[in-house]
């Protein structure tokens, strides 16, 4: 039988934060603005060419022939952020898919699943295999980040920002393997409190997260020009803390003897006790850019 298989831009696209979008507003206007919102979307897919392949809850899968459509579909999705008052997370991936009835199936979907997943609010990520057949227009758009370790993969794969406007982050660029360190607990955390400058915040079931990161409106902000303006998100769930990195330089966490753990675009669960470096090595508490963290377990 001749092969099924046909390479495509995969596009997926979510909604960022819709969870605290239902509690702030309410079940009945979060989900008439989300449908309003997708199909804005689905008209952004067909205006360049491309085809939805399926909804996601809050968010779409589609697809494209060509690799610049697809770069210029996520660069729209973007535009329309401000109209609808929300953030849109974006990963296209280049490769071969199997189509199926309504679906596409193949490795491909789950690197383009992941490189989303990673991507921070108001953010379009791309693969290498995307971005090295855009035109030399949109190519001068992107902007190295890091190569991150995905599940099933051997070796990490290098990750880009596509860039919508002067949103250039002041940090040094770098390219530096991503991993993730999990550690496993015998009892059930409960608390994790975070402590910069004074300030103290405590996580718990009753307050489940907490955005990290150098602008205003950041939950915990931190003064430093090492850190991103989004830099990390800290949630509750399964019983532990997970902190997510969405930054430029990453993120460099010690605890106890250990060496540091760098994140780039990665996540690991917050266990015991250290320091937290957003955007730089933590050395000790009093620099402008760390963070002292205490996790309390039941």
């Given at each position: 039988?001749?092969?099924?298989?046909k390479p495509l831009a995969l596009l997926f696209v979510d909604i960022?934060?819709?969870?605290?979008?239902?509690?702030?507003?309410?079940?009945?206007?979060?989900?008439?603005?989300?449908?309003?919102?997708?199909?804005?979307?689905?008209?952004?897919?067909?205006?360049?060419?491309?085809?939805?392949?399926?909804?996601?809850?809050?968010?779409?899968?589609?697809?494209?022939?060509?690799?610049?459509?697809?770069?210029?579909?996520?660069?729209?999705?973007?535009?329309?952020?401000?109209?609808?008052?929300?953030?849109?997370?974006?990963?296209?991936?280049?490769?071969?898919?199997?189509?199926?009835?309504?679906?596409?199936?193949?490795?491909?979907?789950?690197?383009?699943?992941?490189?989303?997943?990673?991507?921070?609010?108001?953010?379009?990520?791309?693969?290498?295999?995307?971005?090295?057949?855009?035109?030399?227009?949109?190519r001068g758009r992107t902007k190295p980040l890091s190569n991150v370790?995905?599940?099933?993969?051997?070796?990490?794969?290098?990750?880009?920002?596509?860039?919508?406007?002067?949103?250039?982050?002041?940090?040094?660029?770098?390219t530096t393997l991503g991993f993730s360190l999990v550690s496993e607990?015998?009892?059930?955390?409960?608390?994790?409190?975070?402590?910069?400058?004074?300030?103290?915040?405590?996580?718990?079931?009753?307050?489940?997260?907490?955005?990290?990161?150098?602008?205003?409106?950041?939950?915990?902000?931190?003064?430093?020009?090492?850190?991103?303006?989004?830099?990390?998100?800290?949630?509750?769930?399964?019983?532990?803390?997970?902190?997510?990195?969405?930054?430029?330089?990453?993120?460099?966490?010690?605890?106890?003897?250990?060496?540091?753990?760098?994140?780039?675009?990665?996540?690991?669960?917050?266990?015991?006790?250290?320091?937290?470096?957003?955007?730089?090595?933590?050395?000790?508490?009093?620099?402008?850019?760390?963070?002292?963290?205490?996790?309390?377990?039941?």
């Open positions: 039988m001749p092969s099924l298989e960022a934060d819709s969870t605290m979008l239902y509690e702030r507003v309410g079940n009945v206007t979060a989900a008439a603005l989300t449908q309003r919102v997708l199909a804005h979307l689905r008209r952004l897919v067909d205006e360049n060419r491309g085809g939805v392949i399926k909804s996601l809850g809050d968010g779409l899968l589609a697809a494209f022939p060509l690799r610049d459509d697809s770069a210029r579909t996520a660069c729209a999705m973007i535009g329309i952020e401000d109209q609808y008052g929300l953030r849109l997370r974006i990963g296209i991936h280049f490769g071969s898919v199997i189509e199926g009835v309504g679906d596409l199936y193949g490795d491909a979907c789950n690197v383009a699943a992941r490189v989303q997943q990673i991507a921070r609010p108001g953010e379009i990520l791309a693969t290498q295999a995307l971005v090295e057949g855009l035109s030399p227009d949109l370790a995905m599940k099933g993969k051997t070796t990490p794969i290098p990750v880009h920002q596509i860039r919508t406007g002067d949103d250039a982050e002041d940090a040094i660029d770098s607990v015998g009892r059930r955390m409960v608390t994790l409190h975070l402590a910069y400058r004074g300030q103290d915040i405590t996580l718990s079931q009753a307050l489940p997260r907490v955005t990290i990161g150098r602008e205003d409106s950041s939950g915990l902000r931190i003064a430093s020009r090492q850190t991103s303006r989004q830099h990390a998100v800290v949630d509750f769930t399964r019983e532990s803390f997970l902190l997510t990195d969405h930054s430029t330089n990453g993120t460099f966490i010690r605890s106890g003897g250990s060496p540091p753990l760098v994140l780039r675009r990665d996540a690991t669960k917050l266990v015991g006790s250290g320091l937290i470096g957003f955007g730089a090595e933590a050395r000790d508490e009093g620099q402008d850019h760390v963070v002292a963290f205490r996790a309390e377990l039941a």
